[in-house]
């Protein structure tokens, strides 16, 4: 997501760069500034942020263009006018938004260029100008460039996390009680670490569906337990396993286990209007035993079976409408 939001940003700086160039602006540099403060993550953001911006930028030009129409070339009013009005910008300008920081910010520059040469009120006219050749730059960025931002994102990382968690759990199942602890789980780590900074901007973009069919945190959590879990299991490993029906029942419970996450994840990945009302998971249903396991059998038995639990309670936090009670457990 950081990648992208810098592509998407460099894009719109170049061609800010290239207008102002080709346009020959007074004050090119306000173009580029008006990319980097109103770009946002997503088009809807970008329109939104763009609207006030140019709201308070025209405010701004007009009390600007009357207070350089009437002190002319009294640069005595210009410096005892700036340090209160930056006061105020610096304080007002983060509180009250972007529309009111723009607006002050624009009366701040016409005071600084007024003091270092004789200009007209002609100076807003061309700052709302660069403003808006800006903004325009940049929403039409957004709309080319992934203009719904983490949005569908969020879906393609969840799914690839949960499919990654699904491969762990069957290798981690297969091979209890003989392999010895790798590097398996580097490629759930790296799922993870991309999910979680995709949910990080989602989180952060103020447009978002007002009720989402996906419980994202909970697939989140599913890959943290899936990497604790599997190193844990993988771990308590004592020898060799009793019998064959402890290790038939662990590679059973995974497979079903692994199959739920790849389910949830061909749902994460699919598009936000066609998502289910159940969510991402599915109840995992697993036969119970009529016994924990046999008095004998190891450490790695027991962690592997409840790893296998609270992965299928996983899935069914995930999907609230196909409880009351969604997994089999073990009596």
């Not at 299991?233 to 199959?259: F, H, I, M, N, Q």
């Not at 036969?287 to 609270?310: K, T």
Request: proline letters at 7%; aromatic letters at 6%.
């Amino acid at each position: 997501m950081h990648f992208q939001n810098a592509v998407r940003l460099g894009l719109a700086l170049a061609a800010a760069r290239a207008v102002a160039g080709l346009l020959s602006l007074p004050h090119g540099f306000w173009a580029m500034l008006a990319v980097l403060s109103l770009t946002g993550t997503t088009a809807v953001q970008t329109r939104a942020t763009v609207r006030l911006a140019l709201t308070g930028t025209c405010l701004g030009a007009l009390a600007a263009g009357v207070a350089l129409a009437l002190a002319g070339e009294a640069s005595t009013v210009y410096e005892v006018v700036l340090p209160p009005l930056m006061l105020i910008a610096f304080t007002v300008g983060p509180v009250r938004g972007v529309g009111w920081a723009q607006a002050l910010f624009t009366l701040i520059v016409s005071m600084v260029f007024a003091q270092l040469a004789w200009v007209t009120w002609q100076l807003a006219e061309v700052r709302l100008l660069d403003v808006l050749i800006g903004s325009l730059i940049g929403i039409a960025c957004g709309l080319l460039a992934w203009p719904r931002g983490a949005h569908d994102e969020l879906g393609r990382a969840v799914a690839a996390l949960l499919r990654a968690a699904a491969d762990e759990v069957r290798a981690a199942t297969s091979a209890v009680g003989t392999a010895v602890p790798g590097d398996a789980d580097r490629r759930v780590r790296h799922a993870l670490t991309m999910a979680e900074s995709a949910y990080a901007q989602y989180q952060a973009e103020r447009e978002r569906p007002a009720a989402p069919a996906h419980d994202w945190q909970a697939a989140l959590m599913t890959g943290h337990h899936v990497l604790w879990g599997s190193r844990r299991v993988l771990g308590a490993r004592a020898g060799p396993w009793p019998g064959a029906a402890e290790e038939a029942l662990v590679w059973e419970y995974g497979d079903r286990v692994a199959d739920g996450l790849r389910l949830a994840a061909d749902r994460a990945a699919a598009p936000y209007a066609a998502a289910s009302d159940a969510g991402l998971g599915v109840p995992v249903l697993v036969p119970a035993p009529d016994r924990p396991g046999p008095a004998p059998a190891p450490p790695g038995f027991f962690a592997a079976m409840a790893w296998l639990d609270s992965l299928a309670a996983d899935l069914a936090l995930m999907a609230p409408a196909a409880r009351p009670d969604p997994v089999g457990r073990r009596a």
